[in-house]
């Protein structure tokens, strides 16, 4: 029993396992917004998406960290004194061998696509599309040929708006009902949009080991004082989008009470200069965190009890 707890202990690490809530809770949101409007819902079905986009999400965890190890990328961030390195250290600190961490990432893989193709028979091919599509996005991040979050032109933020936002929350919206519906799109804003914030202050903390490696973020591109300001600008379209969800009925008037949770990442951009060290990013860093995970559990319990009054 010992030895398994310490394997999954490992498993957890290796797979920046403790993350996992900035997929599974738009997976929620998707199936209670079925749940609210269309008074569809099956346990089983949300069960089985929430294997299969945690799945997914792992994955891409895993597979992020294999190739940022192969560009180098991490190797630079845990060697540069003013770097904060955010990867599992698996790789870097010889923990596991590549050929074992890929073993594992492409396990998580079969599982995600497992999920999908069951889902795709039981809710219709849609659901193969969207799961697909996260896939797609997961691998091609850091993979060659394309490997558009190196490029700088904004396109891994899209790539998290798609994969945390749109893809989960309209998947399990349509693994519900088995159609589509607008308002799945614009719930999937305000959570998808803290999600991208969550990876563009990530860059923060390592930006100059990125550029070292070749890898071109939006921090890289812009620098530190653009970047802020572009950051500063998702915080207020995620608060924008949620103030147009409550106003078109998509989520109960009571829901803005999740806009509080913004105060503590306000205050944190306060404390910061047109130029810091990547120390001074991870309060932010933080901030980000949890007012995304406060925000979403906020939301889930708001379309809850509007599912139980309805």
Not at 62 to 67: A, C, E, F, R
């Amino acid at each position: 029993m010992d030895k398994l707890k310490e394997k999954w202990l490992e498993f957890r690490k290796a797979s920046r396992f403790k993350v996992i809530p900035v997929m599974l809770i738009p997976v929620a949101l998707g199936a209670l917004g079925a749940y609210v409007w269309d008074g569809d819902f099956n346990l089983w079905l949300l069960l089985l998406t929430l294997l299969g986009s945690g799945s997914a999400h792992l994955f891409s965890n895993m597979i992020n960290d294999l190739w940022d190890y192969k560009n180098g990328t991490d190797k630079e961030a845990h060697e540069m004194q003013d770097a904060i390195s955010t990867n599992s250290g698996f790789l870097t600190k010889g923990i596991w061998s590549a050929k074992k961490f890929a073993f594992v990432t492409w396990i998580l893989f079969g599982i995600a696509a497992l999920s999908g193709i069951i889902l795709s028979f039981i809710s219709g091919w849609w659901a193969f599309v969207f799961g697909a599509l996260g896939g797609l996005i997961a691998y091609f991040y850091v993979a060659p040929p394309i490997r558009f979050g190196y490029l700088g032109k904004g396109y891994s933020e899209i790539a998290i708006l798609l994969s945390f936002g749109v893809l989960p929350v309209a998947g399990s919206y349509y693994v519900q009902t088995s159609h589509l519906d607008y308002r799945a799109l614009l719930l999937s804003l305000p959570i998808g949009l803290l999600t991208t914030l969550i990876l563009f202050n990530h860059h923060f903390l390592h930006w100059q080991a990125d550029r070292q490696a070749g890898k071109r973020t939006l921090v890289v591109v812009w620098g530190e004082k653009r970047a802020l300001r572009f950051s500063r600008a998702l915080l207020l379209l995620a608060v924008l989008s949620h103030l147009a969800c409550a106003a078109t009925g998509v989520v109960p008037i009571y829901a803005l009470i999740a806009l509080l949770t913004a105060i503590p990442l306000y205050s944190a951009y306060g404390k910061l200069k047109e130029k810091n060290s990547s120390v001074a990013y991870a309060p932010l860093m933080g901030a980000s965190v949890k007012m995304t995970s406060q925000f979403g559990i906020i939301l889930i319990l708001s379309l809850v009890i509007q599912g139980l009054i309805l």
